[in-house]
């Protein structure tokens, strides 16, 4: 009897140790099983969102006003002052690949977000002492007046490599921050799997807000000519993100990285060559698959079988020489594979089509930060004596971001989940994204109208042409309110989607995959003006986007963008419906399914 006492209490206790740990196989600092008690939740979501927004406090107070500072400081012109500060942006987003990859792979999300930011941090600290040492002289300059003296190759290569690491380290943080973030909430508890989902939303608020004070405090500075402060305003900024990171360290939960995922996609690929000429049998259990806990994926989900692109399921076709090899003991990755293996290449596969789509809206986004800046330039300014830094008009988008987060979560998603005829979470991740590019089409078209107006009303004899029409620059105010809200629909529903539908070895790579859409949006951007400027200047025209604005047609550019936006969308459309979920082993699977699904309704 008291034997069977002791059995039943410890039972009873390891069910509860069971009940405190999270289920989700997260660990912590020490590499047990986190508690769910004592790691992860809002306590560190909140520090976290905090250190988000002062990164992007201190990335913004380069990036808002690059473009700028490249014809003030460095006395290029528009054109190529735009492409650049498209090319940077684009290689903020290719290095987080590289910071996903080592994420993912070896170093686990804490310790990749804590070295990049490091990383961050000294090439602001470099871009602040170059720029207060070289590159503002006279002192002073750089405002809308004084113009700069001419610099060193030294001092250029000097700045170049400031802004490049800066890129470096914010690219590499950016994609691991989100998912590092996402992992404190456990998905198979119930409470904390809702509070995961909102955590993307008040991610992306946080980057929102974190860049309007560069947007407006810093934005005024910089377009004074105190770039040096603004610079090193940044430097702080990024400092106390990266203390404030580290003070976390023991509230947070970890996952373990998975391996290299490249070995894995080519193991799967050799092994399905290798048995090109094998007939496959229409059963999907004769396929070849392993125990949880002996998967080369490190423990992970098994992701269920699907039926696309079946010559890929030849590599976990077990054939007469794999039952031999497995008889003696031997097993070869490059020759049979798990399905759980195969599908992950397939849910890579699977997502492309869709990740190609987002490229053509963040041509759209990238706007915002370069032309959307040198309109404004050109616009009237000056509001009751008080000058509008060009730069600090995205405060609108971000105050337009802010609104439609809350209208979406408060508003519109209940109301659509209320009008489903089952229960839903209302609107899916794809079709939000579908939304946001539609509302990415009218921003272009109400930014195409503006320049129509802005040039009807342009002193086209100008020579310094700052402000020099009539139209004030707050007309900019409605293609700023509608790229905040499709970044809402389109960027937080990426997000979510990405985060949800890759494999869980690869979530910060899902993230990644936001970034290098972005990334292309801006070297397509910039092949783009490239391109209209070469066809455009024939004939010794000035084309649509010259140094003086009012001599060109920036708003057929505009409307340009809006046509292939349309296009894009019908395109998304098509790869959207056909689209098929992962389906992971375990808990959640039917809710994973509807989170993805396109024609749900």
């Not at 943080?173 to 509070?195: M, V």
């Not at 993100?241 to 998975?258: C, E, I, M, N």
Request: aromatic share 12%; proline share 3%.
């Amino acid at each position: 009897m008291a034997c069977s006492e002791v059995c039943k209490e410890q039972v009873e206790l390891k069910q509860e140790q069971e009940e405190a740990c999270t289920k989700d196989g997260t660990i912590d600092w020490h590499g047990q099983p986190a508690i769910k008690a004592k790691s992860g939740q809002w306590t560190a979501g909140i520090i976290i969102l905090l250190n988000q927004g002062l990164a992007t406090l201190a990335f913004f107070g380069v990036g808002v006003n690059l473009v700028l500072f490249l014809t003030r400081v460095l006395g290029q012109n528009n054109a190529d002052a735009a492409n650049n500060v498209s090319k940077w942006t684009g290689t903020v987003y290719i290095f987080s690949l590289v910071g996903a990859f080592l994420s993912d792979s070896y170093w686990g999300r804490y310790k990749t977000c804590a070295i990049f930011q490091v990383i961050f941090v000294i090439g602001l600290v470099s871009l602040s002492l170059s720029s207060y040492l070289f590159l503002i002289k006279p002192k002073g300059c750089g405002d809308e007046e004084t113009k700069c003296g001419s610099h060193s190759g030294f001092e250029i290569a000097l700045f170049y490599l400031s802004i490049y690491l800066v890129a470096l380290g914010n690219g590499g943080y950016q994609p691991n921050i989100a998912t590092f973030g996402a992992d404190q909430f456990d998905k198979n508890d119930l409470k904390e799997g809702h509070s995961k989902v909102a955590f993307f939303s008040y991610f992306y608020l946080a980057l929102n807000l974190g860049s309007l004070f560069s947007n407006t405090i810093l934005g005024y500075f910089e377009d004074e000519g105190m770039w040096a402060l603004g610079f090193w305003v940044s430097s702080g900024s990024a400092l106390a993100a990266l203390v404030l990171f580290l003070a976390g360290t023991t509230r947070y939960r970890h996952f373990k990285p998975s391996g290299n995922p490249l070995s894995r996609f080519s193991q799967v690929l050799v092994a399905a060559t290798k048995k090109c000429n094998i007939d496959m049998p229409l059963d999907a259990d004769s396929l070849f698959d392993v125990d949880r806990n002996d998967s080369s994926i490190n423990g992970n989900r098994k992701i269920l079988h699907t039926n696309e692109f079946k010559f890929l399921d030849k590599a976990a076709y077990i054939s007469t020489r794999d039952i031999d090899d497995q008889k003696k003991g031997i097993y070869t990755p490059w020759r049979l594979c798990p399905v759980t293996q195969v599908e992950e290449v397939k849910c890579i596969l699977r997502l492309l089509p869709i990740w190609l789509c987002t490229i053509i809206y963040s041509v759209v986004f990238t706007q915002m930060a370069s032309l959307f800046v040198e309109q404004g330039a050109a616009m009237k300014v000056i509001v009751l004596n008080f000058r509008i830094p060009p730069a600090s008009m995205s405060s609108f988008d971000i105050l337009s971001v802010a609104l439609f987060i809350f209208l979406y979560r408060r508003i519109l998603d209940p109301l659509v989940s209320q009008l489903r005829k089952k229960s839903s979470r209302g609107l899916t991740e794809l079709q939000r994204m579908g939304i946001g590019l539609i509302i990415a089409i009218l921003a272009m078209v109400s930014a195409g109208i503006v320049e129509c107006y802005r040039l009807k009303y342009a002193n086209k004899d100008c020579i310094h042409c700052e402000g020099s029409s009539s139209l004030s620059i707050f007309w900019q105010v409605p293609q700023y309110a509608f790229i905040g809200a499709s970044e809402v629909f389109m960027y937080v529903g990426q997000l979510e989607f990405f985060n949800a539908q890759t494999p869980d070895g690869l979530k910060s790579f899902g993230s990644a995959l936001c970034m290098t859409s972005i990334s292309l949006g801006n070297y397509v951007s910039s092949l783009l003006v490239t391109m209209v400027m070469k066809i455009s200047t024939e004939d010794h025209m000035p084309g649509w986007i010259p140094g003086n604005l009012n001599k060109g047609h920036l708003d057929r550019f505009y409307f340009l963008l809006a046509g292939l936006t349309t296009i894009d969308l019908v395109v998304y459309i098509a790869c959207a419906r056909w689209y098929k979920c992962i389906k992971l082993e375990g808990k959640g699977d039917e809710n994973d399914d509807e989170r993805g699904s396109f024609n749900k309704v």
